[in-house]
């Protein structure tokens, strides 16, 4: 039995992992440190080779750590009891091809310690849910990618686990898969459920998670709730003239002023602060010619700070 | 470590096993040979039954044991290739669990083959006329398993160090070169320098003796030979276990650490 330490689901310090021997070592993951905690939905992403999936083989027991600690549900990763709770969807996965739908969920939810009658019941909805409903007797040769990466959303959903760990949430499905995925995920994290997902679609990060973790070059970037994160990558541009004598209220002064000839444009990033900067303005008499909002998108950002880790020497 | 998820894994190599027909296709042939045999018509009676059994039974020895050999041999490195073994390590179960599933599945669907091989055999005995040494050949079958074993762990073994050509190749090697190192070492031991006779020593504790386990010689000229005692199947049985819990304990040791 493992020890058990705190109550975050995940919790990942210092972690350090290296591939070869010799001159061929490689560090993939450079002394990351973060936790997800009990109902969050967190989003991990990176560019290819950042380093995440191999995290996440570390916090499935699949590759061991050079130093630092990956602990899940409070025992050490890797361990039988730190699986216990956890539906795991690989990156890349094939399933059985000489199975049927049906056996390879009963393997799975068997191994999970599911009973046979827990199994009967539960196959049916849950192939309903991932939309392979009544393909529970088809060889899984004849799937396609997509029902692969479906009948792989429905293996790590079997037991009902009290958290998900996704390497590349929706790789291999169509629109409408992910669009399907994306309610069963809401669903689950409605309910309660632990997400944490590696995607590169930084979209459906952004719409599902709570936090999202950056990392580059196997370490964090930025780690930070997604409103607090979008918050200043969303502008407002206010233009006007100012009245002679024009005093910059308190509230507009913290922001972006330029002055360009008769005119002035403030660039504003706080959403909360914008009406107070508004009504500030509107109150010394300036005249506004144009309001405009800017939206930055987690994608821009995300480029924008690999590229300025890039930039670093 | 609880029965029941290794007979889950094993109950998965076993559908494998039935599903991909290749069992069947090695009893077909090997059924064909054994067909080929009867069809022999330069002995009499007698010498024909001696000689259905004798090659009868080597057939059977020698599929069964490359059976064991390649279903062995690629169950975990097809894991690794097809990456079927993530979802499957991601559940609770322990990597040794696992193992023994996998083991426990490659025995069972040996058993099942060499029950086939079984079934054809005793339909050419019944069809030539040919006595059954029960007792004898119930000894023979079970130190065949016995000898599948030790096969099956070597296999598992080696699949932790090498690729699945070189692992079919050197359990292939190893069932020829162990089932007759010790004839041929009865033939050039005295005529060997004492260093030679230190290696040759060596080599026979060293190197399980496939031989030993072998009665077909025996089931063959069954009127010569009484079956063999219990302390004899006893001290065999441990002979052969021995070196399967040693190649399944390295096989073990080294998955346990082996990343995915």
Redesign the interface.
């Given at each position: 039995m493992s020890e058990q330490h705190g109550a975050s689901v995940i919790e990942v310090e210092n972690l350090v992992v290296e591939y070869g021997k010799g001159a061929r070592r490689h560090r993939a993951v450079d002394g990351i440190t973060f936790a997800v905690q009990p109902g969050e939905c967190v989003g991990f992403i990176g560019a290819n080779g950042a380093g995440k999936s191999t995290t996440m083989?570390t916090l499935?027991?699949?590759?061991?750590p050079t130093s630092g600690t990956a602990r899940v549900f409070g025992h050490k990763a890797g361990t039988?009891?730190s699986?216990?709770r956890?539906?795991?969807?690989?990156e890349?996965?094939?399933?059985?091809p000489?199975?049927k739908a049906r056996?390879l969920l009963e393997?799975?939810g068997?191994?999970?310690?599911l009973s046979r009658a827990q199994l009967r019941a539960r196959i049916p909805a849950l192939l309903e849910k991932v939309g392979l409903g009544g393909k529970e007797n088809v060889l899984l040769r004849q799937f396609s990618k997509g029902m692969q990466q479906r009948l792989?959303i429905a293996?790590?959903l079997i037991a009902e686990p009290d958290a998900l760990i996704f390497d590349e949430l929706s790789s291999g499905l169509d629109p409408l898969g992910r669009y399907d995925l994306r309610q069963v995920l809401l669903e689950l994290k409605n309910s309660g459920t632990t997400i944490f997902f590696s995607s590169h679609e930084l979209s459906e990060v952004e719409s599902l998670c709570d936090r999202i973790v950056m990392i580059h070059k196997g370490r964090v970037l930025k780690q930070a709730p997604v409103s607090e994160l979008m918050k200043p990558l969303n502008q407002f541009e206010v233009v006007f003239v100012p009245p002679a004598g024009f005093e910059v209220p308190e509230s507009a002064a913290r922001h972006d002023l330029r002055q360009d000839g008769e005119m002035c444009r403030l660039l504003v990033n706080d959403i909360d602060g914008y009406p107070r900067v508004l009504s500030d303005l509107t109150a010394r008499g300036v005249e506004i010619r144009r309001t405009a909002s800017r939206t930055v998108s987690l994608e821009d950002y995300f480029i924008e700070l690999v590229r300025e880790a890039e930039a670093k020497p | 470590m609880k029965p029941y998820p290794v007979w889950l894994i094993a109950k998965s190599v076993l559908l494998e096993a039935v599903r991909r027909r290749e069992i069947y296709a090695i009893v077909l042939v090997a059924t064909l040979l054994i067909g080929a045999v009867m069809t022999v018509d330069f002995f009499e009676l007698e010498g024909l039954t001696k000689f259905y059994r004798e090659v009868a039974l080597k057939i059977m020895s020698v599929a069964t044991a490359l059976t064991v050999i390649v279903l062995a041999a690629r169950q975990l490195p097809r894991e690794f290739e097809t990456r079927t073994i993530y979802p499957l390590m991601a559940k609770p179960i322990s990597r040794f669990a696992f193992l023994c599933g996998k083991l426990l599945g490659v025995m069972i669907a040996a058993a099942f083959c060499f029950g086939l091989f079984m079934v054809v055999y005793l339909c050419g005995a019944a069809y030539l006329g040919s006595s059954v040494p029960w007792a004898l050949f119930a000894q023979y079958i079970y130190l065949q398993i016995v000898m599948l074993l030790i096969l099956a762990t070597l296999s598992f073994w080696l699949s932790m160090l090498l690729n699945l050509d070189a692992v079919i190749t050197i359990g292939a090697i190893f069932y020829v070169f162990a089932a007759t190192f010790t004839t041929l070492t009865t033939y050039i031991y005295d005529f060997t320098t004492p260093i030679g006779q230190f290696l040759i020593r060596v080599v026979i504790y060293a190197v399980p003796q496939l031989t030993l386990l072998d009665l077909s010689e025996k089931a063959v000229h069954a009127q010569a030979w009484a079956p063999l005692r219990f302390a004899t199947m006893a001290q065999l049985t441990l002979y052969g276990l021995f070196f399967s819990a040693l190649y399944f304990s390295l096989a073990a040791i080294w998955f346990r650490r082996k990343p995915l």
């Open positions: 083989k499935m027991g699949f590759i061991f039988v009891e699986r216990r956890i539906g795991y969807l690989p890349v996965a094939l399933y059985y000489f199975m056996e393997l799975y068997g191994l999970s310690g792989g293996q790590s | -």
